[in-house]
Structure formats: structure tokens, C-alpha cells
């Protein structure tokens, strides 16, 4: 039998967090080993000890981290029914399989669930907003269903429009213009837009036409060269693993942005995660999960694989060179998690901080579980010792999306049998094996 989902919050109103750690990651605002949060409507309203809102909902955050949602800046949700489809498979097999055989076969309501179940796994972790690079845009009915799945995951999401599979119905990039107007004419809402484009000026144009930002793969050398006089901080560089020395200089000096995937660039073979790099040239990257189809959804994993490698990579230039970099700190990576993702997504006038003013998109972590008691350090406790179980609270814009380790208002018996219903489709298109046991 089928559970009843928890009941859906009542929209956003006075919510009270009160006596949590809280990690404001606003210098102007400060950390407290003890301090309370007070909800408005959609905003933060206060972050200090002692607030007093007799009106308000009370939640009790004693026992938990208070801070910003996790900010993801390059995720492919429509693959979301496909989770651990390609465990062992190298970026040529994910071109070929996913990219390739599985896109084709994808019809508008597979994209619908993708981005359904990806937004809603991003939620489960603590990951409040997301870019959607939606390389899926077949059609027009495969864009319009990705934005809804990603509407009504209750995420806040950036939709990047991209191109999908060949054929006559790709209205890609042209149809920016009518997503514009039909589901972006205004900034004021969850949903925002951006272009997934190629390193084609053309594309740039039309999406500054339109006032999209621009996000773009750039995995191998002499990709960014021949856009010099066109990059600029509205533009976000994914990958960057293999960047001559020229071109790390014109993205720094152009002021444009780089997102990583570490662990998944390990996995599927792009190269070393350029964390070293782009700390050299002082940018501050951001941290996003790229694809679902061989590596987990959360930012625990992202932010502990970062903080790993760039520790590993900076003491083997010590002992090679006599000269080391400086070693990253649990409290930057949690930045880079967080307000640094919010500026890449050109939200951070919204979000990436507990700045009163700002939109309420807050997580509570726990810190009485077993994985992390007794907490020592809580930057430490998130980026070393926490997973996707100490995800207690979610709240975005206000609205209480997750509360007591659960999901509020979702179906997810529904929402599993579509995903299920999907795979299963998707699956006899391709040919591929029926078996879960199987390794692929």
C-alpha cells in the first residue's frame, strides 16, 4: 500500500528557527555557535541570538547546522531516471549511451520525469538550487516538459535551454525567445533562464539578446581562444580540465566563471579537476554535479572530493617543487558550495547567504547523529563528516520543502513508478540490459 505523503507546507509565512549553529556565510551577519533565524514570507528577516516572534511557527534547530542551501551550477536533470545506468562507463561511453542512444529514445514525458526526480533528489540533499543544463531540447514539447518537471520539484532552478538530438523539431538555440516570454518574463520567481550554448558567438548574441547568462562545456585546449573579444562575466566555463595557460589568463581576466564536477571529471576521464588551476589564477570555483548516470546527487561528495584533491595536488607540488600553494579550508569549500555557486548562477543578490533581505532558501543539518556527534568543528562536521541523512530540514523561499528527514508534500510512490515506468521505456529503445545486476 501506497504511504500518504507528508502534508504539503502551507506556503511561506513567519517561521522561526531557533537556537541552531548558525553559518550565516555573511561577514557583515557572522557565524554563532548559538543563534536564531527568522523567516518572513520568502525572505530572512533577522539572523542573531534571542529573537523573540511570538506569531511565528517555531522550529527547533538545536542539534543542527543552520545555513545557506547548497548551490549546484551545472547539473543534466533529465537523466534523472537513469541514476547509476553507466557506473563504470568513461566520457566516450556516457557520449555514446546517454548523450546519444538514450537522448534520442528520451519522448517529452521522460524529460518531464528526469528533471522531476533530479530536482527532488537535489531537495532530499540539501541542494536548494540547481542549473539545469538541459541538453535535451529535441523539441520544443521536450523543453516545456523539462521546465515543468523542474516547476514542480519545488527547486529553485536555472533552466539553461540546450540543443537535444538532430532531427527537424530541435528549435534550438531560436526558441530561447519564446521560453523567455512564456516562462521567464520575469527574474522574480524560482525558475530562471540561461543558455546551454556551443562556443558559437552566434548563440552568445542571441542569448544576451535575451538576457540569459551563458554556460558552456570547455574540456579540451584552444576552446576559448577564438571567443576572447566575447567572454565576460556573464559566462560560466564547466570543466576546464585541459585550459592552456592562455586561456586560464583571459578567464580570469574577463572576469567570467568556472564550475567544476570533480568527482565525476575523475571518474569518466576529462582530466584532473582544475581546482589547483583556477586557485592559481584567483578564481574561486563553483561546484556542480553534471551527470546523475555514474555519480551521487549530493554536495558532500562534491565538497570532499575538492577539499581532497587540492590538498593532494598542493603537497606533491611541495614536494616537487619546494613551494606549495595554500591548502584549501573546510570553510572555503563550503563557500564554494554555497555563495560562490549563488554568484556563478547570478543569484547571489538572492541567495548563497542568511542575509536578512535575502530569499530564505535554508537548510538544517543535524548534528546528533552518529556519523558527526560529538560536532567539533561544524565546517569540519559538513564538508568530512556528513551525508545526504543529516539533511533534516530544507526550506526555499520560505516554504518548507523537507522537514524530520522527510520530503513534504511529495507522492513519492508516484513519483516511482514514473521514474520506474520511464527507465523502463527508455531501456527497450535502447537495448540495453533489463538486469540490474548487470554491469554495465
Known amino acids: 500500500m501506497d504511504q500518504q505523503p507528508p502534508a504539503a507546507a502551507a506556503?511561506?509565512?513567519?517561521?522561526?528557527?531557533?537556537?541552531?549553529?548558525?553559518?550565516?556565510?555573511?561577514?557583515?551577519?557572522?557565524?554563532?555557535?548559538?543563534?536564531?533565524?527568522?523567516?518572513?514570507?520568502?525572505?530572512?528577516?533577522?539572523?542573531?541570538?534571542?529573537?523573540?516572534?511570538?506569531?511565528?511557527?517555531?522550529?527547533?534547530?538545536?542539534?543542527?547546522?543552520?545555513?545557506?542551501?547548497?548551490?549546484?551550477?551545472?547539473?543534466?536533470?533529465?537523466?534523472?531516471?537513469?541514476?547509476?545506468?553507466?557506473?563504470n562507463g568513461l566520457l566516450p561511453d556516457y557520449l555514446q549511451e546517454i548523450k546519444g542512444a538514450a537522448a534520442s529514445a528520451y519522448r517529452p514525458d521522460d524529460a518531464y520525469v528526469g528533471d522531476l526526480i533530479s530536482?527532488?533528489?537535489?531537495?532530499?540533499?540539501?541542494?536548494?538550487?540547481?542549473?539545469?543544463?538541459?541538453?535535451?531540447?529535441?523539441?520544443?514539447?521536450?523543453?516545456?516538459?523539462?521546465?515543468?518537471?523542474?516547476?514542480?520539484?519545488?527547486?529553485?532552478?536555472?533552466?539553461?535551454?540546450?540543443?537535444?538530438?538532430?532531427?527537424?523539431?530541435?528549435?534550438?538555440?531560436?526558441?530561447?525567445?519564446?521560453?523567455?516570454?512564456?516562462?521567464?518574463?520575469?527574474?522574480?520567481?524560482?525558475?530562471?533562464?540561461?543558455?546551454?550554448?556551443?562556443?558559437?558567438?552566434?548563440?552568445?548574441?542571441?542569448?544576451?539578446?535575451?538576457?540569459?547568462?551563458?554556460?558552456?562545456?570547455?574540456?579540451?585546449?584552444?576552446?576559448?581562444?577564438?571567443?576572447?573579444?566575447?567572454?565576460?562575466?556573464?559566462?560560466?566555463?564547466?570543466?576546464?580540465?585541459?585550459?592552456?595557460?592562455?586561456?586560464?589568463?583571459?578567464?580570469?581576466?574577463?572576469?567570467?566563471?568556472?564550475?567544476?564536477?570533480?568527482?565525476?571529471?575523475?571518474?569518466?576521464?576529462?582530466?584532473?579537476?582544475?581546482?589547483?588551476?583556477?586557485?592559481?589564477?584567483?578564481?574561486?570555483?563553483s561546484l556542480s554535479v553534471d551527470v546523475e548516470t555514474g555519480m551521487p546527487g549530493d554536495f558532500f561528495t562534491q565538497m570532499r572530493s575538492v577539499f581532497t584533491l587540492q590538498r593532494m595536488l598542493a603537497i606533491n607540488r611541495a614536494h616537487a617543487t619546494g613551494g606549495a600553494p595554500p591548502l584549501l579550508t573546510v570553510r572555503a569549500v563550503v563557500e564554494f558550495a554555497t555563495i560562490q555557486g549563488a554568484r556563478d548562477n547570478h543569484l547571489d543578490h538572492k541567495i548563497g547567504t542568511l542575509t536578512p533581505g535575502k530569499e530564505a532558501d535554508v537548510i538544517l543539518l543535524r548534528t546528533d547523529a552518529v556519523n558527526v556527534m560529538p560536532v567539533n568543528n561544524a565546517f569540519g562536521a559538513i564538508v568530512l563528516g556528513m551525508d545526504t541523512s543529516n539533511v533534516d530540514t530544507v526550506i526555499v523561499a520560505g516554504a518548507v520543502k523537507k522537514r524530520a528527514g522527510q520530503l513534504v508534500g511529495v507522492d513519492l510512490a508516484r513519483v516511482r513508478r514514473l521514474a520506474e515506468s520511464s527507465r523502463d521505456y527508455i531501456v527497450s529503445k535502447t537495448g540495453w540490459s533489463r538486469s540490474i545486476v548487470d554491469e554495465r
Open 11 to 87: 506556503g511561506p509565512a513567519r517561521l522561526l528557527l531557533k537556537g541552531g549553529t548558525v553559518l550565516s556565510l555573511d561577514p557583515a551577519v557572522g557565524n554563532f555557535d548559538i543563534a536564531d533565524v527568522l523567516i518572513e514570507g520568502t525572505k530572512i528577516a533577522a539572523v542573531e541570538p534571542n529573537i523573540t516572534a511570538g506569531s511565528a511557527t517555531l522550529i527547533d534547530a538545536s542539534n543542527t547546522i543552520v545555513m545557506p542551501g547548497f548551490v549546484d551550477t551545472h547539473r543534466h536533470m533529465w537523466e534523472g531516471q537513469l541514476r547509476s545506468i553507466l557506473p
Open 119 to 285: 530536482g527532488l533528489g537535489a531537495l532530499n540533499a540539501g541542494v536548494t538550487t540547481v542549473l539545469d543544463w538541459s541538453h535535451i531540447g529535441n523539441s520544443p514539447a521536450h523543453t516545456d516538459a523539462a521546465i515543468e518537471g523542474l516547476r514542480e520539484s519545488g527547486l529553485r532552478g536555472v533552466y539553461a535551454f540546450g540543443s537535444g538530438a538532430g532531427g527537424s523539431g530541435n528549435r534550438f538555440p531560436q526558441d530561447i525567445k519564446r521560453l523567455r516570454s512564456r516562462y521567464f518574463a520575469s527574474d522574480d520567481q524560482l525558475l530562471t533562464l540561461a543558455m546551454a550554448a556551443w562556443a558559437d558567438p552566434a548563440q552568445w548574441t542571441l542569448a544576451r539578446e535575451v538576457g540569459a547568462p551563458i554556460t558552456l562545456h570547455v574540456n579540451g585546449a584552444n576552446q576559448l581562444a577564438p571567443l576572447e573579444r566575447w567572454m565576460g562575466p556573464d559566462v560560466t566555463c564547466i570543466h576546464c580540465n585541459n585550459l592552456t595557460e592562455a586561456e586560464w589568463q583571459l578567464v580570469a581576466r574577463s572576469g567570467a566563471h568556472v564550475s567544476i564536477s570533480c568527482p565525476i571529471e575523475m571518474e569518466m576521464g576529462h582530466g584532473v579537476p582544475p581546482i589547483q588551476q583556477a586557485l592559481d589564477h584567483g578564481i574561486r570555483p
